[in-house]
């Protein structure tokens, strides 16, 4: 795990400069404090900085070269399958210098070209530049799990790891996007290739691009395709526990130290007890979690799991003022502002987790891939809720609901609405009432909601599937690597630790999309053929218990310790002159939740994360971040 910068001024011609590319490379220093490498050739450019998994030697130092000379990488990832892709090199007459997977890499693409993506198993954001054609090759792993950012300038294209190392070569300060700041709100983060600043863009997951001196030519080498299969549930439990099984296996390849992130919840124990099956002894597992009651400490659960499987297991409890004193590193480590609140508590045992180890597995991806959010059972029910004659329903059937109140005035708002304008994302937020926020000028701004429009294209793919298996590719694409795996990548490497994630295995993920929907959620149990699966390796207690996943009590944080702080910020001049907002409705959330009179939680934290964001990157603060933890190995 490591982070690559690069520039390719393939338009002026213009030199490469030194000092450009060693700014970008201190910009990414927590990614990578093992060693740096630089190379410049006339307009390129490349920059790594290295945090030593495989080959701890300085032979494994990065920018790499082929023994001819002609190509140069950058890399950052892992490929789990290089010792298999090596042997078979090696049968075809080549020869290693090193014991890395990078090298895997070049001398494949050397041999195959663009082609060897589809032999790739792993994660990976990377840069091949040709010499001999001038050519520059960027490519970024199926599922998006390692970020890879880009942007065009009148000299050429410059691309990072993050997006901070961008600035370091740009002529201008980072702008706002404003016509993505209405995605921000609906979801709490920017899907698709878009970010919240003007000019930069991600590669997306499953693409690659060649840039050359006509300009960057882009190119999709993988798709997700659900496409249910008519298996029965034995056969379903078979192969999905068999890839999972050989995705621990091939993740576990590492030349450090390694452990487990541990919730104790389904996934996270599977990964756990497949590694004990596999005779891994002195597991290292690691748990958070806040003093705010039951709901918001799984250690019960996790000492439970690490008990069974003799772990030696860790804890770390986060205190409301370490909360609130990370936020600020927490918005410069990001990059874009991602209103996922774990991601502190993620922080904080990444880095209870590099006091032992430098690689850490957890469970990430399970939910999408197997159907694991209730909400997937409420869309689903709502669908079925459509087929029902539209007389019957507006006129007697959701009447009767709204008399109930609370939910069943939301759900007979979404009934009325198709699929793809109802369900954007895990982390949906109504329409109605994130436009109420709106000052008017803003709304005009949107001419409604930029979801749908953003999203369409993954509606469009799914046409005529099942509702679920809709649902499940929409956050494939858009929710697990613009929020999820932007999260687990950021805040993992934000203290030198390299995450992994064997739900992801690209094998499991497109297996995920044969299941038959019937076998995602049977009656009302989620995920339902991962637990029948699981059943021989883990108790009942853990398989069918509800859904954590290190929980952040910020309802509770925000009426008590960190009131003063969301009043603060969200009622200063300078959150009210941005101009986007509506003073007095945010002061209405604001003294509504501070009451306990009605929970905004979600939308406060939104609107926190967003002006910290202002104020870190458009207004040019910074943020105080801890340096890079030393590293005892290589």
Known sequence: MCGIAGIYNFRSGR???????????????????????????????????????????????????????????????????????????EAKGHTFQTQTDTEVILRLYQVEGEAMLSRLNGMFAFAIWDRRTKCLFIARDRLGIKPLYYTLSADGIAFASEIKALFAVSPEPPKVNLEMLDAYMSVGYVPTERTLFQGIEKLQPGWCMTVGREGPRLRQYWDLAPSPEEMSEEECVRRSIGLLRDSVRLQLRSDVPLGVFLSGGVDSSAVVALMHEMGIRDIRTFTVAYDFGPEFDETRYARQVAQKFGTIHREIFVKPEEFRDFIPSLVWHMDEPVTESAAISLYFVSKLAREDV?????????????????????????????????????????????????????????????????????????????????????????????????????????????????????????????????????????????????????????????????????????????????????????????????????????QGDLRGYVAEVLDSDRFHDRGYFRPEAVRTLVREHAAGERDHHRVLWQLLVLEEWHRRFIDGEGAEVQQPLAVAHG
């Open 15 to 89: 030199p490469a400069a030194p000092s450009e590319l060693r700014a970008m490379g201190a910009s990414l220093a927590h990614r990578g404090p093992d060693d740096e490498g630089y190379f410049e050739e006339g307009p390129l450019g490349l920059a790594h900085k290295r945090l030593t998994i495989l080959d701890t030697s300085r032979r494994g130092r990065q920018p790499m070269f082929t023994e001819d000379g002609q190509l140069a990488i950058t890399f950052n990832g892992e490929v789990y399958n290089f010792l298999e892709l090596r042997a078979d090199l």
């Open 358 to 558: 430098v690689v850490v597995l957890s469970g990430e991806g399970s939910d999408e891939v197997f159907g694991g959010y209730p909400i997937y059972k409420y869309m689903a029910a709502l669908e079925r809720y459509r087929t029902l004659p539209s007389g019957l329903r507006q006129g007697m059937i959701n009447p009767l609901l709204n008399r109930l109140g609370g939910k069943w005035n939301k759900y007979t708002e979404l009934s009325n609405q198709p699929l793809a304008r109802r369900y954007t994302g895990v982390s949906f937020y109504e329409t109605p009432a994130k436009d109420a926020l709106y000052r008017p000028e803003v709304k005009n701004l949107f001419n409604g909601s930029a979801m749908p429009g953003l999203i369409g294209r993954y509606y469009d793919k799914t046409e005529g599937l099942d509702p679920l298996l809709r649902m499940m590719y929409l956050d494939v694409k858009s929710w697990l690597p613009d929020d999820l795996l932007i999260k687990a990548d950021k805040m993992t490497m934000a203290t030198s630790v390299e995450l992994r994630v064997p739900f992801l295995d690209h094998r499991v993920v497109e297996l995920g999309g044969r299941i038959p929907p019937r076998f995602r959620i049977k009656g009302w149990e989620t995920k339902y053929i991962l637990k029948k699966a699981l059943e021989p390796y883990l108790p009942k207690e853990i398989l069918y218990r509800g859904k954590m996943g290190f929980p952040t009590p910020l309802a509770h944080m925000f």
